[in-house]
């Protein structure tokens, strides 16, 4: 799904609306996402966690939903997500933080009325009569700043991590019709370089809050390839 994003304005939207997301028919083709550490735990109980190099060098952790491109096992055919936890970046939609300005570094709210969610008539008030944001963007501006934080300290723990060498490239492998997949592009932290770190730099993570608890929890999340592979052999038998 392409998804256009524009400024939110007083002048292109003080009489508008915005409907309550009531779907999550805009991610059925995602097979994965980002997430923060701060979702980890969650995250974990239903999704393998892996990390990625972006084009840029940084890295990024996703929950992986599917085996493939365009696969989302977590969307039903109804739009509904089925399972207790969604992760942030999807929840946020049709809101976002983004850019106006290129030369600066100033963020502001994007909304995007690709599922026409934004209307004249129905849902809730996008500004007040005078001009001011409603209570509902105060909200969604709260929670964006929030999840933008939560992003920039979790990129900022990945960076560690990848300087203490502790990423390894992974291949997730499963079964399909009998035939051998896998599925590649993906990092994971080396459980033998893990237990190898000098005592110096391992007393570096335990400082860090939240870190040890978070490596530990993507280990264990790798468990749940199966639960894609299980959902996966149920769609194609």
Not at 147 to 164: E, P, T, V, W
Not at 191 to 199: E, H, V
Not at 208 to 233: C, F, M, P, W
Request: net charge negative; aromatic share 10%.
């Amino acid at each position: 799904m392409n998804v256009n994003y524009v400024a939110l304005n007083v002048e292109q939207h003080k009489n508008k609306k915005i409907k309550v997301l009531s779907s999550f028919e805009h991610a059925r083709d995602f097979h994965l996402c980002a997430i923060t550490t701060d979702e980890f735990g969650l995250a974990s109980t239903n999704y393998p966690i892996v990390f990625i190099r972006n084009e840029d060098a940084s890295i990024s952790a996703v929950a992986l939903f599917g085996l493939k491109p365009k696969q989302n096992f977590f969307v039903d055919k109804d739009g509904q997500w089925p399972l207790a936890y969604v992760p942030a970046i999807i929840r946020r939609y049709p809101f976002s933080l983004g850019r106006v300005n290129p030369d600066s570094d100033d963020l502001a709210i994007c909304i995007s009325d690709a599922d026409q969610l934004i209307n004249d008539k129905f849902g809730l008030d996008l500004f007040n009569n005078d001009g001011e944001p409603s209570d509902h963007v105060i909200r969604i501006q709260k929670f964006l700043s929030f999840l933008h934080n939560m992003q920039n300290r979790s990129k900022d723990f990945y960076q560690i991590l990848d300087g203490l060498g502790l990423f390894t490239e992974k291949a997730l492998e499963f079964q399909e019709n009998e035939e051998a997949k896998s599925i590649g592009g993906f990092m994971v932290i080396d459980r033998d370089k893990l237990q190898s770190l000098k005592a110096t730099d391992f007393t570096k993570l335990r400082k860090i809050d939240g870190a040890l608890e978070a490596i530990y929890t993507h280990i264990a999340s790798l468990n749940q390839v199966q639960n894609l592979v299980k959902r996966n052999d149920a769609k194609v038998d």
